[in-house]
């Protein structure tokens, strides 16, 4: 097997960086641009291989989506515009893509085939097929429906009032485009607040929905309206970047205009609990999107315990805040995040293995990890396991690594971030 080598002989981070658009709000600019009446104009749109999966999906679907740079305008064709596609659909590695298009499949006339790569094909779908099928879709696929490929023939749903089993943003967004296309009304309960970026974006494309205390509530409005986006930064790519400067000795690092929706914002707690040096500045609104700038520098950490409520606001910060908390002083314990397991990968497998491959004091849990820190990291051979977040946390553990860091391939960072190397240029002094 041949390897790519990470190397850094005393870095330090020094400068700005404007990570690429958030990869949640993009999905779903072009699913809800995709849906309605007019042309969306999104700004800012992340080129990652996952929203080119959702921009494709649309087109075969007889969408005219033109892309731009990173501005793509949608042709929206209104929900009762889309048509059957000819051909089966490929996810690719994207659950969102996947999650999100199963629940507006779901109330379409017509029948659709989907599948995706292996890591895809592996992770459970029931958790929505389950609601899905309340409502009245038809879903054929293996294990009864749990795993691609899967055939989905939608149309004639009834709402439902569903309660959230997972703490799931994927499953609560499914369940409410469902409900854009049933009958009565459609109430999602989550006991923890998840991303609620589908919620803030529907309500600006003009649906019929509202936080009630019954729950999230949608009902069948018929047509939503065209409505521009203006893409924040993915705090999700930001997390890399803020820690590299939290732990590579003598850095600052300002990220800007970085997304600071309160249900995405776990990272930053936890980040000032551990004793970080992190600021905010230029705090603005845009679509219902709160944004600002980061500047964090290199200092002290101090370990502390992460759980509960806070999980859904970080999950997918969990390995690259792993690898910060080998380097603060004390224990870090991670509880209640057994959603790890049904990421691209077994996210606490693939966090754990690595680490100790290069010579962290990390414990796998049933639900978590507990690390003891600081640990000077000595470099060693691991597997991005072909999962992006598990690929670049690699990349940056090779800043804080006394000898080269190799690992098997580094292009499933294309899932999500493809400029990442030359965004870490820009600030590796
Ligand atoms: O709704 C979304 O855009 C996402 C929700 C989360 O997944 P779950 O809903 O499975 O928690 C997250 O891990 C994923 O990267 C994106
Ligand atoms: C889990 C992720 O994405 P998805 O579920 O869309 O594959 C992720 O980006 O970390």
Known sequence: MSYVQFEYTSPRLEGEVKVPGDKSISHRSIIFGSISHGITKVLNFLDGEDCLRTIDAFREMGVQIDIEGNTVHVHGNGLEGLKKPDKAIDFGNSGTTTRLMLGLLAGLPFETNIFGDPSLTKRPMDRVVVPLRKMGASIYGDANGNFLPITIHGGALQGITYQLPVKSAQVK??????????????????????????????????????????????????????????????????????????????????????????????????????????????????????????????????????EGNIIPRLIDEIPILALLATQADGKTVIKDAEELKVKETDRIEAVC???????????????????????????????????????????????????????????????????????????LQ
């Open 353 to 427: 293995q690595n680490l100790q491959a290069l010579g962290a004091n990390i414990t796998p849990t049933d639900d978590g990890m507990i690390i003891e820190g600081p640990t000077k990291l000595t470099g060693g051979t691991i597997s991005s396991y072909m999962d992006h977040r598990i690929a670049m946390m690699g990349v940056i553990a090779a800043l804080v690594s006394e000898n080269p860091v190799k690992m098997d391939e580094k292009d499933s960072i294309n899932i999500s971030y493809p400029a990442f190397f030359d965004d870490l240029e820009t600030i």
């Open 173 to 306: 967004s499914a369940v409410l485009l469902a409900g854009l296309l049933a009958e009565g009304e459609t109430i999602v309960q989550e006991e923890t607040e998840t991303r609620n970026h589908t919620e803030v974006m529907l309500q600006a494309f003009g649906a019929d929905l509202k936080q009630t205390e019954k729950g999230i509530t949608v009902t069948n409005k018929g047509n939503l309206t065209a409505c521009d986006v203006e893409v924040p930064g993915d705090i999700s790519s930001a997390a890399f970047f803020l820690a590299a400067g939290a732990i590579v000795p003598g850095s600052t690092v300002t990220l800007k205009n970085v997304g600071l929706n309160d249900s995405r914002t776990g990272i930053l707690d936890v980040l000032k609990q551990m004793g970080a040096a992190i600021t905010i500045a230029n705090e603005r609104t845009t679509g219902g999107e709160k944004i600002g700038d980061l500047t964090i520098q290199y200092t002290a950490l101090e370990g502390i315990t992460i």
